[in-house]
């Protein structure tokens, strides 16, 4: 699976828009990106993923560059619940080459939401 | 709707102890995993198991062993605790294909 690099951390005002970026510049045409979050020890939580075309869902948007190297998570009026480590993941198709889909988290962006 | 429930929450042992952890899911999933995290690091994959009756190494699998019990359960064992193993452990599981993984609330495991 392709490596993330995502800055440590970062900060936004509550009610701004955060955005958060990861570089996966060797990322393969079969591969995902995937986002998700952990709040403060929990478990982590799924935000949304995608392949090629940006995404939107109730959470984030999911907007990935054309060339497929870099992506941007944003939240578009963060909340201070929103302050968790963010994680950006690469990762085949689960039925693709024989990979099981294995999700490979690295150290993640912490994100602080400050009032 | 429980999704994936672990058991127990928080245990302490002593070096050379066995325990068993518990994890269970109500989605009909067909994959399980289970992850650690140490303190300031990401998640580190041990053991997963593709579907029912199979089980597979990840990345730090040593000093664990795994039963997939049915499609429901997948627990982790540690047969020789040791201090080293002294982390938070993540279990979790996803249908398949490019689908989101659902995780429990974690085991908190201090090995003293």
């Known amino acids: 699976d392709a490596k993330t690099t995502q800055p440590t951390s970062m900060d936004c005002a509550e009610g701004r828009a955060a955005n958060l970026p990861c570089n996966h510049s060797t990322i393969s045409g079969n591969e995902y990106v995937y986002w998700y979050r952990q709040i403060h020890s929990q478990g982590p939580q799924y935000i949304i993923h995608?392949?090629?075309n940006n995404e939107t869902n109730e959470m984030a948007s999911l907007i990935i560059t054309e060339d497929r190297k870099s992506s941007t998570l944003i939240l578009p009026h963060a909340t201070l619940r929103d302050t968790a480590v963010y994680y950006c993941?690469?990762?085949?198709?689960?039925?693709?080459?024989?990979?099981?889909?294995?999700?490979?988290f690295g150290k993640g962006t912490k994100l602080s939401v400050k009032p | 709707n429980a999704g994936v429930t672990q058991t127990p929450k928080f245990q302490v042992l002593k070096t050379g102890q066995s325990m068993t952890l518990q994890c269970a899911q109500d989605m009909n999933h067909n994959s399980m995993y289970w992850y650690r995290q140490d303190p300031g690091m990401g998640l580190r994959l041990i053991y997963y198991?593709?579907?029912?009756?199979?089980?597979d190494k990840g990345e730090v699998p040593n000093g664990y062993n795994v039963s997939r019990l049915n499609k429901r359960e997948f627990s982790l064992r540690l047969e020789s605790a040791a201090p080293s193993q002294t982390s938070v452990y993540f279990c979790?599981?996803?249908?398949?294909?490019?689908?989101?993984?659902?995780f429990g609330q974690g085991t908190r495991l201090t090995v003293v």
């Open positions: 198991s593709a579907s029912e009756g199979t089980t």
């Open positions: 993941i690469v990762r085949f198709d689960m039925n693709y080459g024989g990979s099981q889909g294995n999700l490979i």
């Open positions: 979790a599981s996803n249908r398949g294909r490019a689908v989101e993984a659902f």
């Open positions: 995608g392949l090629k």
